[in-house]
């Protein structure tokens, strides 16, 4: 079937995302001992603008969710929706900074690869060990729990299962929760991705949700993008939604969300700390700055919060 074939389409964009990453990781644009574990290196060079748009990317998630952990004193659970090979679990148990549970999602296939990887790695698996206590693991081919890491194979289209398995891997809907959509919303229907929305709304009173995605998808540089990624097969099947800031800022603010903000990567670009970005502008020779700049005019990181707990969370910003 078509549908089986897009979303075929859409677990391959895990290994792109991954692999990107790896690319930009071995150059310097930032440190990360782990991913080199889940894919390969990239067969062919990446360009320097793609490598700043991941940078610009990884950082503002990054100080997003770390600005969560502090405000919440790691007293809090993480929720990454469409996680694919990420990587951030590990670099939270380095830093010593855990939420008392980090729980993954993906597509139970994507999940079993990583399972496997996690399994045969010793430097995947010890952080998880060493943060385990009491009865043994419990995994099998598409989930694994223990008691601060856990990784579960469902649909994000499908709610009621995907609660279910939360719920058995015991989330717990009274702790402050950070949910992390990067590139992940985009593939839904803006109706199911509405409902993703409006579900984490409902069930956490102090809650944030950390989405990144395309936006400005409607002018000629959003056409050609939306047009490379249906020649492989990729539906953006959300991408209404990705026409304007205000529209990503609306989806969350009319479902549920107390407060919102959209901001194009190039602003964020611009907000990040400067000196990091002097590194990296160092590491490659960039040709055409106006290729970055309209890369990171077609991409958008957007949050919203809900502050049961008065912790300040509307403060979080750049
Ligand atoms: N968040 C990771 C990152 O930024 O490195 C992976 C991003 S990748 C572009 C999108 C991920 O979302 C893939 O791993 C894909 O399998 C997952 N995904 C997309 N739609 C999904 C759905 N309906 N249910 C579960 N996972 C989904």
């Not at 007293?75 to 008392?100: H, M, Y």
């Not at 430097?123 to 729990?145: E, F, N, V």
Request: charged share 25%.
């Amino acid at each position: 079937r078509g549908v089986d074939a897009s979303d075929e389409a859409v677990r391959g964009t895990c290994d792109d995302a991954s692999i990107c990453k790896r690319f930009a990781v071995n150059i310097g644009y930032w440190v990360d001992p782990y991913i080199q574990h889940f894919v390969r290196q990239a067969k062919e060079r990446k360009a320097p603008e793609i490598s700043r748009g991941y940078y610009a990317r990884v950082r503002a998630v990054n100080q997003l969710l770390d600005a969560f952990l502090e405000r919440t004193e790691c007293n809090c659970q993480v929720i990454s929706l469409g996680a694919g090979l990420d990587t951030t679990f590990w670099r939270l148990k380095d830093e010593s900074r855990l939420p008392k549970k980090y729980f993954e999602v993906d597509f139970p296939i994507i999940v079993s690869r990583k399972i496997h990887s996690i399994k045969s790695k010793p430097p995947l698996s010890k952080p998880i060990m060493d943060t385990h206590s009491g009865q043994s693991l419990l995994i099998d081919s598409h989930s694994l729990d223990s008691c601060r890491y856990c990784i579960i194979g469902a649909d994000l289209r499908n709610l009621p299962d995907l609660e279910e398995k939360l719920r058995k891997f015991n989330l717990d809907t009274q702790l402050p929760t950070v949910l992390v959509a990067e590139c992940v919303l985009v593939y839904m229907s803006q109706e199911q991705s509405a409902n993703l929305i409006k579900w984490a709304s409902c069930k956490f009173h102090t809650a944030m949700l950390i989405n990144y995605e395309q936006v400005n998808m409607n002018d000629r540089f959003g056409q050609i993008m939306v047009e490379n990624l249906q020649r492989r097969q990729c539906h953006l099947a959300g991408v209404e939604v990705c026409q304007s800031l205000e529209s990503q800022r609306g989806r969350l603010l009319s479902n549920g969300w107390e407060n919102a903000t959209a901001l194009d990567m190039m602003k964020v670009y611009s907000s990040l700390p400067q000196n990091d970005v002097g590194r990296i502008e160092k590491l490659e020779f960039l040709d055409e700055k106006e290729l970055l700049e309209q890369l990171l005019l077609h991409y958008c990181i957007s949050w919203a919060t809900k502050d049961g707990q008065n912790l300040g969370l509307a403060e979080i910003s750049f």
